[in-house]
């Protein structure tokens, strides 16, 4: 790739915009053109819109960038043509300009308000990058010239990713139970005094999105929308005490019975289309599976693969279940941002955008 393709970030002040700023700077494809948030920040410098929450120092240029109103016509007024866009909306907001933006551009979506449209990808470049070609069917219905993309929600990246080496078992029934992260609450998220000495069972919605949106990632595309997998799927859901990294216990019911060294085998040897095209985000080894009878935990093992890799552990037979394990994602990185602009060098290397 010789240019670098210019982009802008909607609801680039927010914690998810954030990530998406620190991960692209010095991206060798991504280069970041135009800043968007809402009115409150708009016309500010950057720097003077929001406190910067990265552990890396906000980058000058950056810091020095206006801020623009989110719509189509502040952001095309702001500088450049813009090849592409990156999409950390909130989920109320992200619908009506999202797809105002999908008339014209690629859009990567982090926001929840189209994931689950019938011609709308619901994409993790590992386990479904098929799945690209449903923006083919989608501009053609819609008569747009760009499209939408979306990301799953955090959560579900991570159990999906494990879930998808699996099938080849025949995936029956699945539960899981989460301990997330506060960063998944965005900032400045849950209030100290509740969550401090507890832990929250309940997620607004989360369950939900679970139990629907890993069944159209694992699903068939047939070449005019999504056939969902049949296997059964279970959430419960909380937050816990934690910066960043989601840790996740699952139960899995197979038709075969594996041994557990075949299972550690396929997680261990898994990879997608990523790895085989070696796209700038892709981490080596999608999953990484932990033999200490302690791990993974959040503080150790969130950052495997630069953020970008499933950490998988404690795998073990079960006695209702086939078996059981444990598996952390950082939910900011493979789960946010970093898993975004990992779709985004898909397309381009497809070269759908």
């Not at 801020?67 to 592409?84: I, K, R």
């Not at 969550?195 to 679970?210: H, L």
């Not at 419960?236 to 005490?241: A, I, P």
């Not at 209702?320 to 493979?334: A, D, E, P, Q, V």
């Amino acid at each position: 790739m010789t240019m670098k393709r210019k982009v802008a970030i909607l609801g680039a002040t927010g914690a998810v915009g954030q990530r998406f700023i620190q991960l692209l700077q010095d991206h060798p494809w991504f280069q970041i053109e135009v800043l968007a948030a809402s009115e409150r920040s708009a016309g500010k410098k950057y720097q003077d819109a929001c406190p910067w929450l990265m552990e890396t120092e906000l980058p000058k240029e950056i810091a020095e960038m206006p801020v623009v109103n989110a719509d189509v016509e502040s952001v095309e007024q702001a500088g450049a043509a813009v090849d592409l866009v990156f999409s950390s909306l909130p989920g109320d907001l992200a619908g009506s300009v999202e797809a105002q933006f999908g008339a014209l551009y690629p859009v990567f979506s982090k926001a929840s308000a189209h994931r689950m449209d019938k011609d709308v990808p619901l994409l993790i470049p590992e386990i479904n990058p098929e799945h690209i070609e449903m923006v083919k069917m989608q501009q053609k219905l819609r008569g747009w010239k760009g499209f939408i993309t979306t990301d799953p929600n955090c959560s579900t990246i991570q159990l999906a990713i494990t879930l998808k080496p699996l099938m080849q078992f025949g995936l029956k029934q699945v539960m899981a139970s989460t301990m997330q992260a506060l960063s998944g609450a965005g900032y400045p998220g849950v209030p100290s005094l509740e969550i401090i000495d507890n832990v929250i069972p309940f997620i607004s919605g989360e369950e939900e999105k679970m139990e629907t949106e890993a069944l159209k990632i694992l699903g068939k595309y047939n070449g005019y929308t999504v056939q969902n997998a049949e296997f059964q799927l279970s959430a419960s859901c909380n937050r816990v005490n934690v910066c960043d990294g989601h840790l996740e216990s699952v139960f899995i019911k197979l038709e075969q019975d594996p041994s557990m060294e075949e299972i550690e085998e396929v997680f261990t040897k898994f990879q997608g289309a990523p790895q085989r095209l070696k796209l700038p985000s892709a981490p080596v080894n999608p999953i990484v599976v932990r033999h200490e009878k302690n791990r993974p935990q959040p503080r150790f093992d969130r950052d495997a693969g630069n953020g970008m890799s499933v950490v998988v552990g404690r795998i073990r037979k079960d006695p209702i279940m086939t078996f059981k394990y444990m598996c952390l994602g950082h939910n900011t990185l493979r789960g946010a941002a970093g898993g975004g602009i990992l779709s985004a060098e898909l397309y381009v290397s497809k070269g759908l955008a």
